[in-house]
């Protein structure tokens, strides 16, 4: 249980770094919380501070859940009651949560997408990638990362499904937290899908701004 308690706590930590905060005041002295939709994750730095800084932030965030699995996956040894894939599922939900309601930005961050996409792709390489192309084919054609991201969100579980089912040990376990991720995913999201209904959703340009 120690095990379990500790992998939650360093999951949620490094998912609560607020990197589009510290590349903001580095790169060009700016609170992202101040510009933009006031979101800490990378859209909002692309848009803020431009491609440099929201491609940085990207790739950062996909590293925290990345790592929040790996960290599971040390701290994991046999006769814990759980199994090791289980416990790495365990860090990466835990640093999603960490995104989305960080301790060290009054717990509000991002929407938790980038974390997530590092969890899955160190968990369920295929499964993140049918939920990427997703996301791309969305953009490309709608050009809203919002829709991407719900899009590849929903995608994702399915994809978890079909990719793992009678083939992983544990894949029960991958799906219920693939579901509770697309769950939290579409909950960040929920200003999103009021603008995109009504029409003022803000499309992406490459330009950033």
Request: glycine share 22%; no cysteine; proline share 6%.
């Given at each position: 249980m120690d095990r379990i308690i500790l992998t939650i706590v360093c999951g949620y930590l490094l998912g609560s770094i607020p990197f589009s905060?510290?590349?903001g005041k580095i790169s060009k002295g700016i609170d992202p919380r101040n510009h933009g939709s006031?979101?800490?994750?990378?859209a909002n730095t692309f848009r803020t501070?431009?491609?440099g800084p929201g491609v940085a932030v990207l790739l950062l965030d996909v590293s925290k859940g990345a790592m929040s699995t790996l960290a599971g996956s040390l701290l994991w040894r046999s006769g814990i009651g759980v199994r090791q894939t289980d416990l790495m599922l365990i860090g990466g939900l835990a640093a999603v949560c960490?995104?989305?309601?960080?301790i060290f930005?009054?717990?509000?961050?991002?929407k938790g997408v980038a974390t997530a996409a590092g969890m899955f792709l160190s968990?369920?390489?295929?499964?993140f990638?049918?939920?990427l192309a997703a996301w791309l084919v969305m953009v490309a054609l709608w050009r809203y990362i919002s829709v991407g991201s719900i899009?590849?969100?929903i995608v994702l579980p399915v994809a978890v499904y079909f990719t793992n089912v009678g083939r992983v040990k544990g894949w029960e376990s991958m799906f219920v937290v693939s579901l509770a991720v697309t769950v939290l995913v579409l909950a960040a999201h929920r200003n999103n899908i009021r603008r995109i209904l009504n029409g003022t959703e803000r499309k992406f340009s490459i330009r950033g701004g």
């Open positions: 905060l510290v590349v006031g979101n800490l994750g990378a501070l431009g491609p960490g995104h989305i309601w960080t930005a009054s717990f509000k961050g991002g968990i369920t390489p295929l499964a990638v049918f939920s899009v590849g969100a």
